[in-house]
């Protein structure tokens, strides 16, 4: 377990900005897929504060398995080592299987044109984009599409003008992994999305799309994780 928060830690570096767009610092699918773990950290737009959240997915199911987050005064790299030392935490990825292995190679990363979320970083209501990505030995389209849906925003006057909430519908060759038919409350303000990053084992899939609202000095942008076995 020691060697794995190591591993972690040496392999991430976490920049402060004007408004939020946690980085992802890690990725480690188990030793049969079956599990995906996904490590994020960064520091708060309003609070000034560090953050960092580790999530465990079923890659069968997409189901999350587990989830942990600490939020402090502390700067995001020791908060990462208390996070995945603190029990139940080591105990909880042993079960896993996700305390070997390496850490996961992104088959696709985004790289952004500035070091904080604009609106135009993501799609709006209507637009769709496929972006083609070498999962395995061929390049395969995923496709993401944004569309209006019904939602009690309640700082609609921060959405970006003329913009309206949406959720959006993930495909990766034919199969649609994610539709949206209601948004959650914590997108009840989301009016933007955009790919950032696969990964992929076997035919295991972590894919994070980002959602943009209203944030502190303009917009969020909050990862949404989406785990899938792909046909």
């Not at 990363?109 to 500035?114: D, I, M, T």
């Not at 539709?179 to 035919?203: H, I, K, M």
Request: glycine share 8%.
């Amino acid at each position: 377990m020691r060697r794995l928060l190591t591993l972690i830690l040496a392999a991430t570096v976490t920049l402060a900005a004007a408004n939020e767009r946690i980085p992802v610092n890690h990725v480690r699918f188990s030793g049969d897929s079956s599990q995906v773990m996904v490590l994020t950290s960064g520091v708060q737009d309003g609070s000034g504060l560090g953050t960092a959240s580790l999530k465990v997915f079923s890659t069968a199911t997409g189901a999350q398995l587990y989830s942990r987050q600490k939020t402090a005064d502390a700067v995001p790299n020791t908060l990462r080592w208390n996070l995945l030392s603190t029990p139940p935490t080591p105990a909880r990825l042993s079960a896993y299987g996700l305390t070997t292995g390496a850490m996961s190679a992104a088959k696709y990363n985004r790289v952004y044109p500035q070091p904080f979320p604009q609106w135009s970083d993501g799609l709006g209501v209507g637009q769709t984009d496929i972006t083609d990505v070498a999962l395995w030995s061929v390049p395969v389209p995923i496709k993401l599409s944004v569309y209006a849906l019904p939602s009690a925003c309640p700082y609609g006057d921060l959405l970006e003008p003329g913009s309206v909430p949406a959720g959006f519908s993930l495909t990766v060759n034919t199969q649609t992994i994610h539709q949206d038919f209601t948004l959650p409350a914590a997108r009840a303000c989301a009016a933007r999305y955009s790919l950032e990053r696969v990964d992929v084992r076997g035919n295991r899939a972590l894919v994070i799309v980002r959602a943009y609202g209203p944030g502190f000095e303009g917009p969020d942008a909050t990862p949404i994780f989406v785990a899938a076995t792909l046909h």
